[in-house]
């Protein structure tokens, strides 16, 4: 990805920043006087160079942690900073580079126009925008629908002009609601693709997504959240998986008589493919090597569930 400079009149502080969540609560009041508490205790830092991911089952209150961390919202108690300041002072000062989960833009204007009034708004220079505007829209692919009216785009197109507006500043953090929302599997690929791009030590990134496979292969960590509460926070690498009893499908070419020599309990599912469980990776490891030893060729080796994916049915009260 060619990186441009950052656009704008650049305020931004230089000294490194983490944002930070400190005992955070929310509680929304009807006019009737009702109240409803949409986030408790919630205590959380997203350090510099960091994507975190955010999980958790409807309603459970991501998006008014998300409204909290864009100033739109202020808690009822506790604090939301950024970098050492309250969070809409950063964000009005710095910027902060945003896709909303749903994504309304003018249906009468055009791709192009869209973009272009967009980075105005976000304080790039007129001078740069032609520059900002053509980087994202080469990026997210969208040149041959830059000339369409809005309401003529689909769902996944609608999406990546969503994504290219987040993206007209270089920004030192994002926050991507449902980000791969209406993308085809080609573009939600190019989306870790473009992910994986714009990681740098100094850029904070939140992707908030109900699409823990996406979590998995993109975040460092993710807070699963339910109930207003953060319940876990995870590390999305294996080396940080806690032992216990994990299912694994290996698949193979050759050497089926073999398997149970090495994996007493597997389960023969058919077409050379055998459910296994196993509780860690050096107990799977050690066995799969046995396997091989013996001369059995193996094609492939899945989890069940990702670790993300398991420790999200624990914590949510849905582990089966």
Known sequence: MDRLPAAGDDNRATTAFVIEFKNVGKTYKSLLGNSVKAVEEFSLVVGEGEILGIAGPNGAGKTTLIA??????RP??????IGGLPARHYVERSGIGYLSEL?????????????????????ISDAEIPRRVDYVVDLLGLTEHRDKKVKALSK????RLG?????????????LDEPTHGLDPVWTQRFRDIVDE????????????????ELQRLADRVAIIDRGRLQRLVSTGYEHAAPAATRFRVTLASGYDLIRAAFPQAEDVGRGEYDVTVHSIQELNAALADL?????????????????????REAVGESQ
């Open 68 to 73: 909290m961390m864009l100033g739109y919202l």
């Open 76 to 81: 009822t108690t506790g604090t939301v900073e």
């Open 103 to 123: 994504i309304a833009i003018n249906p009468k204007w055009r791709a192009q126009t869209a973009l272009v009034r967009y980075a105005t708004l976000a304080g």
């Open 156 to 159: 996944g197109n609608l999406q």
């Open 163 to 175: 994504l290219a507006q987040a993206l007209l500043r270089d920004e030192q953090i994002l926050v």
């Open 198 to 213: 714009l990681r740098r030590p100094q850029r904070t990134m939140v992707i908030a997504s109900h699409n823990l496979d």
């Open 292 to 312: 091989i030893a013996k001369g059995a060729l193996v094609a492939s080796v899945v989890p069940e569930r990702s670790v993300l994916e398991q420790q999200f």
